[in-house]
């Protein structure tokens, strides 16, 4: 159950870069994510009203305040700066990889916040994973986009607000089902996105076949699937197992976006997508050790004699 949770969650959420590039054809980034999340709410809202009362019961106005601060982080926040990003002409590989560094600003935050311990072998795949960004990320700038040299960093960003929205899920003291925190989160973005497409006199929506078939494309792929599963994967999983699957983003983005709409693919990208698949096994690897060592350690503490040496394989 395990892989095929994270398989779908990797394909789905990749998916969403890929809609946002085909969004990003025919309106700007408020319009495609105030007309992806306006009709969603809507439908969210009735469904709760009408068939979802019990999952609300005994949550309190902090309960949904702290949900709808989470899904102004993971989703208003974290989408906008992937939408800006790639409409100044980011690929979407690179901005898929940009995001994959949430291990390890997680990983460095997990200990403090969280009380996790992250071992050393996960702190190099870590490092790995940073190093394939960085390739990756030259190889595109080089590359002679149109995307200005600052556009790179506004990924980093999304980045930023989407750890910010686990470590504030993640200190919850009441847990909230899925469906809750799903409606909760799509009304928070459909009431910012609006808001910001009016603003900026961005609300009408084109009539292009495409700006619909685009927005189809993220409810039922990017919404439902990637962003479903996230949250889901994170309650199964973890900070840092949930994490590492984002290094796995980057090159199905980065293959599907160079099949689909042409996007530079080349040894140099291809190596640095290498590179943060690498880092995806190290993490794994030093999370099994901890795991095998975590019975040895128990068993001293028992016993009050050194356990034996645990073969972790390095």
Not at 191 to 206: D, E, R
């Amino acid at each position: 159950m395990n892989v095929l949770l994270s398989t779908a969650f990797v394909l789905t959420w990749s998916s969403g870069f890929i809609g946002a590039k085909l969004g990003a054809g025919s309106a700007s980034a408020v319009t495609v994510l105030m007309w992806r999340f306006l009709p969603l709410a809507v439908a969210l809202g009735l469904v709760a009203l009408l068939w979802a009362r019990a999952s609300w019961r005994g949550l309190t106005a902090r309960d949904v305040g702290r949900q709808a601060a989470v899904g102004a982080l993971s989703q208003s926040g974290y989408l906008l700066t992937v939408y800006y990003a790639i409409q100044l002409g980011v690929s979407s590989g690179t901005t898929a990889l940009i995001d994959g560094t949430q291990p390890l600003v997680a990983g460095a935050l997990a200990g403090p916040l969280l009380g996790h311990y992250v071992s050393r072998t996960q702190w190099v795949g870590l490092g790995l994973g940073v190093t394939g960004v960085v390739i990756v990320t030259a190889a595109d700038f080089s590359g002679g986009g149109d995307a200005p040299w600052w556009a790179y960093a506004v990924p980093f960003l999304g980045m930023f607000s989407l750890v910010a929205a686990t470590f504030l899920d993640r200190c919850a003291t009441r847990a909230v089902a899925p469906s809750v925190s799903l409606t909760v989160h799509c009304v928070t973005s459909a009431v910012v996105f609006t808001g910001l497409a009016l603003a900026s006199g961005a609300a009408t929506p084109p009539a292009e076949t495409s700006f619909w078939a685009a927005i189809g494309w993220l409810v039922a792929l990017s919404t439902f699937g990637g962003y479903g599963l996230y949250w889901l994967i994170l309650r199964r999983s973890g900070v840092t197992q949930v994490n590492t699957l984002m290094f796995l983003m980057a090159p199905v983005t980065a293959l599907w976006g160079a099949l689909m709409f042409g996007e530079p693919f080349g040894p140099q990208t291809a190596t640095g997508l290498a590179v943060g698949l690498a880092a995806v096994v190290v993490v794994r690897r030093g999370a099994r050790s901890r795991r095998a060592a975590a019975p040895a350690a128990r068993s001293t503490e028992v016993s009050g004699k050194p356990a034996p040496p645990v073969r972790t394989g390095r």
